[in-house]
């Protein structure tokens, strides 16, 4: 009879410590926030996570990309505390949270990107109109000297249909139509980024934090519109015609060490951190 007194507790034990755990406790009694979900945002996530977790001992944060799409789904199943996405939710998924889990999103914008399209250096193309660059993304242009450039055929590079850029590309630049069918995708805008740069006829798209070593293209919101180059300035006034938020996503109200954070990617010192990656600070 003792001894199985002493499992029941045992285990009434086991089941209160799974207990604190998931509501925020780690192994070691540390405060624990779980981040999933935009390719893009990963290097971002990632950094903010470092500088906050050295700022606050005491503090695990996991980040993990997969896709905006990804880490949405993990919302909506429980299975993340934040959703980086580099696109807005839709209603549909808005509306599944609410089903499923009894609360309603809460969005908050954490930073500006310019989505930047991308060249090699030695690419002479300098600048697309959206249309033209439409055109190209879905196959009705396929030689660079169409645009410009050498009598050679363009490679196109993208992203995988569960990136939130690879949905806000296809909606602001293609007009919701589909890519061509030789566009290849790639797992995370690093990857786009690396394939165009060893690339001297690729092109791809992506955030513009990963611009380096390659070129990023003025884009023209109509043929007979300035060229405009993804920068701070251009982003926060509009000017630039693909710039955009990216955000974090909870269900209902963050609390805890998620509501801490977010607080913080928000302040002066997160938004610090949003410029030394590459990205632009929200407006003031």
Same mark, same amino acid.
């Given at each position: 009879m003792?001894?199985?007194?002493a499992? !029941?507790?045992?285990l009434?034990?086991?089941?209160a410590? +799974? ?12 405060q624990?926030v779980t ?10 996530g990632?950094?903010?996570? %470092?500088t ?5 001992? &005491? ?5 993990t990309? &997969?896709?905006?799409?990804t880490g ?9 505390e934040l959703?980086?996405?580099s696109? #807005? ?7 599944? *949270?609410?089903?499923?889990? &009894?609360v309603?999103?809460?969005?908050t914008k ?10 090699a250096?030695a690419?002479? *193309?300098?600048?697309?109109d959206?249309?033209t ?9 396929t ?10 055929k363009i +490679?196109?590079y ?9 949905a806000?590309?296809? %909606?602001?630049?293609?007009s919701d139509?589909d890519f ?11 990857a !786009?980024?690396?394939? *165009?740069?060893g ?7 992506g955030?513009?934090?990963y611009?380096a070593?390659?070129r990023?293209?003025?884009?023209k919101?109509?043929?007979?519109? #300035?060229a405009?180059? /993804?920068?701070l300035? +251009?982003?926060?006034?509009g000017s630039? /015609?693909?710039?955009r938020?990216l955000y974090v996503?909870s269900a209902g109200? /963050?609390k &805890?060490?998620?509501k801490?954070?977010?607080t ?8 610090? !951190?949003v410029s030394?990656v590459?990205?632009f600070p929200?407006?003031?």
């Amino acid at each position: 009879m003792k001894r199985r007194v002493a499992i !029941v507790c045992g285990l009434l034990f086991l089941t209160a410590c +799974t207990r604190k755990a998931d509501q925020g406790q780690g192994a070691a009694g540390k405060q624990s926030v779980t981040i999933k979900g935009s390719d893009t945002m990963v290097l971002l996530g990632q950094r903010w996570a %470092e500088t906050y977790m050295k700022e606050h001992p &005491g503090t695990s944060i996991q980040v993990t990309g &997969g896709g905006s799409g990804t880490g949405i789904a993990a919302l909506i199943n429980g299975s993340t505390e934040l959703a980086n996405a580099s696109r #807005p939710m839709k209603d549909k998924e808005k509306a599944e *949270v609410k089903t499923k889990r &009894g609360v309603d999103i809460v969005e908050t914008k954490v930073a500006l990107d310019a989505l930047a399209v991308y060249v090699a250096e030695a690419n002479p *193309v300098k600048e697309l109109d959206l249309e033209t660059l439409a055109k190209v993304y879905r196959g009705e242009l396929t030689n660079w000297k169409d645009l410009g450039g050498a009598d050679h055929k363009i +490679t196109l590079y993208g992203r995988e249909n569960n990136s939130g850029t690879y949905a806000y590309f296809k %909606e602001h630049v293609l007009s919701d139509k589909d890519f061509a069918a030789q566009v290849q995708t790639l797992a995370g805008t690093s990857a !786009v980024a690396n394939a *165009v740069k060893g690339d001297e006829f690729g092109i791809g798209y992506g955030g513009i934090a990963y611009a380096a070593g390659i070129r990023a293209l003025k884009i023209k919101k109509t043929k007979d519109g #300035p060229a405009v180059e /993804p920068n701070l300035a +251009t982003a926060k006034d509009g000017s630039y /015609p693909i710039s955009r938020f990216l955000y974090v996503y909870s269900a209902g109200e /963050p609390k &805890g060490l998620a509501k801490d954070l977010l607080t913080w990617i928000v302040s002066d010192a997160g938004q610090k !951190v949003v410029s030394d990656v590459g990205y632009f600070p929200l407006p003031k």
